[in-house]
């Protein structure tokens, strides 16, 4: 199973649709949820509202993580503006139990600097 991260920006103007799709939106979160690494909102420092979000999603092909945020009532309804991608290769921190590696070379070979 590997790790794919969507970094989803907000378009302009989208704050009220947002709002109005955030049941919606959590209901569906709710359904998947076991195909979450983590997401949640994004706020730029020194602002107050939403901009942006992260979903990290445990899937085997970028095709599967993708059908999971198309599917998204927020995705739907045109809130993001632009979305990236990126195979997220979870290596070290709280959420993986300290480090994942014995070497420098278990992280190459994992993909993080080989193309």
Partial sequence: MKSFM???????????????????HLAYVETVLDQFQVAGPLREVGTVGIGAS????????????EKLLTDDPYHAAGI????????????????????NWEAAAAITEAGAWTD
């Fill in 6 to 24: 969507a970094l989803c920006e907000d378009g302009r103007g989208v704050e009220e649709l947002r709002q109005t799709q955030l049941e919606p």
């Fill in 80 to 99: 993001y503006a632009k979305v990236r991608w990126f195979e997220f290769i979870p290596a070290a921190g709280e959420w993986v139990g300290g480090k």
């Fill in 54 to 65: 992260c979903f990290i999603y445990k899937a085997e092909t970028l095709e599967a993580a």
